[in-house]
């Protein structure tokens, strides 16, 4: 059978096709007439088995039901024009048309909706949900918990400053005079004493918590510090020396430059021992740290033995934290490293949040995984040893910073850093703010605060993790 009955003749003659294809005529309606529907699902291009040839033949209406042309479709018995591909989600199977380039045939419509949406479609659009407007509050609340705090400290303290007159007097700065009236005294506590120590808190603050959530994301363990790399460690060895030596080739800045080199050259130690082969296994780094900061205590040690009272006294002030060494040139030299730090690890949130996944697979993604582990060491390393140079070392804010921001925003790495930054730095300002106020006249030792948090979070930490996962087996 060549074709209905109604149909027209063919002006070019019988389909060579066609002929003694013992396909039966097809009743009519059966394989409908409509081009495309509305829903892009299959119309006129119905797909039935060809025979010996595994390929599907397209049925074509208009040819009474007979396979379509072969020098239409390229080759008798395979797909022809109107080849059947998937859609968009939802939409089941669309028809490409050659017609238009082989892009998918237009359903009907009014005009009225977009492209291959048929009639009055609407665009989708992404909704903010929960989660976005979570992440902004949060940030939103921590900005402003760092301003609270920050004008409480400067204001707080033997000398007190009021809300109004601390902004009179940084007004009074740039120019503008709000008739508040305030003492000479006031002006060069907070200008000279207050407000760098409070800027420095700030940035030392921001590395360590930026440091330690990017840290925790590169080792995915949650029990990862800044300390765990060395960082530290060789920074007290560093300023212990020169303490016990009692060199000066740098003048005041000889102690943090020397903090500064001694933590570098502890996580390049770290990160050389655990390298092999062009690769760096996230088991051997930790180890290592554990290693080199062992060896690190050693050395501390000897040096006490050996040192005198009076520098006695100055290895264990520094060893313990403080910020009373704060001073503008002190700020300008930390600055750079801890910006740097503070501005690039959040860049690397997406590689992060892929490594969670594992390295394998992350590198299926097309991650660098070693690129990104040897970034993260770096500027982890750069923050940490600019700020543990300058106030000492400080223990806990790169622990218990990311784990809180976790808590409040999820494990994304886009927010975790950004917010961890700010959290570090609200926590070692009200650490610092604490440590000058609590014992007046007397001022705690910073790391010593930062530990009575530290610790028991840490603990808990610990005890919540067995809990959850059942052991550590």
Do not use: K
């Not at 027209?8 to 309606?29: E, L, R």
């Not at 119905?46 to 479709?73: K, M």
């Not at 690129?371 to 223990?395: E, N, S, Y």
Request: proline share 9%; glycine share 16%; hydrophobic share 50%.
């Amino acid at each position: 059978m060549t074709g209905r009955a109604d149909a027209p003749p063919d002006p070019a003659g019988p389909d060579p096709a066609a002929a003694g294809s013992g396909w039966p005529d097809p009743p009519p309606g059966a394989l409908g007439t409509d081009p495309a529907d509305a829903a892009g699902r299959v119309g006129p291009a119905a797909t039935v088995p060809a025979g010996d040839d595994p390929g599907p033949v397209r049925l074509d209406p208009a040819a009474g039901g007979r396979p379509a042309d072969p020098a239409v479709a390229g080759v008798a018995g395979r797909v022809g024009p109107a080849a059947i591909v998937p859609a968009e989600r939802g939409a089941g199977l669309a028809r490409r048309d050659p017609a238009v380039g082989g892009r998918p045939a237009e359903p009907p419509g009014d005009g009225s909706g977009p492209p291959g949406m048929g009639s009055g479609a609407a665009v989708p659009q992404r909704a903010a949900g929960p989660g976005r407007v979570r992440r902004g509050v949060v940030l939103g609340v921590l900005a402003g918990l760092l301003l609270v705090v920050g004008v409480a400290s400067i204001g707080l303290g033997a000398v007190r400053i009021g809300p109004d007159q601390v902004v009179a007097i940084l007004a009074r700065r740039v120019g503008i005079h709000l008739g508040v009236g305030y003492s000479e005294q006031q002006d060069a506590v907070l200008w000279a004493i207050r407000l760098p120590r409070v800027v420095l808190a700030v940035l030392v603050g921001s590395g360590l918590g930026v440091a330690g959530a990017a840290l925790q994301g590169i080792f995915r363990n949650p029990l990862a510090d800044p300390g765990l790399i060395g960082v530290s460690s060789g920074a007290a060895i560093g300023a212990a020396a020169m303490i016990v030596l009692g060199a000066t080739p740098f003048g005041l800045a000889s102690v943090p430059l020397a903090a500064f080199a001694g933590g570098l050259a502890a996580a390049a130690l770290v990160y050389t021992c655990a390298r092999y082969q062009g690769r760096t296994e996230v088991v051997t780094l930790l180890l290592c740290g554990i290693a080199v900061n062992t060896i690190a205590g050693a050395v501390i040690g000897l040096l006490i033995v050996v040192a005198n009272d009076s520098q006695l006294r100055d290895i264990v002030f520094w060893t313990l934290g403080s910020l009373g060494s704060a001073t503008w040139p002190t700020v300008g030299a930390v600055a750079p490293l801890i910006v740097v730090a503070v501005l690039i690890l959040p860049r690397l949130a997406r590689s992060l949040d892929l490594m969670a996944l594992g390295e394998r697979e992350a590198g299926h993604l097309g991650v660098a995984t070693e690129r990104v582990r040897i970034a993260v060491v770096v500027l982890a390393a750069l923050a940490t040893g600019a700020g543990v140079a300058v106030a000492g070392v400080i223990g806990f804010v790169g622990l218990v910073v990311p784990h809180i921001v976790r808590l409040l925003t999820g494990p994304g790495h886009r927010i975790v850093l950004p917010a961890s930054a700010l959290g570090g730095a609200v926590v070692l300002l009200g650490a610092d703010l604490a440590a000058r106020t609590v014992a007046v006249p007397r001022e705690i030792p910073l790391g010593v605060v930062t530990a009575l948090v530290g610790g028991p979070f840490f603990l808990a930490l610990v005890v919540r993790t067995r809990r959850r996962h059942g052991g550590w087996g």
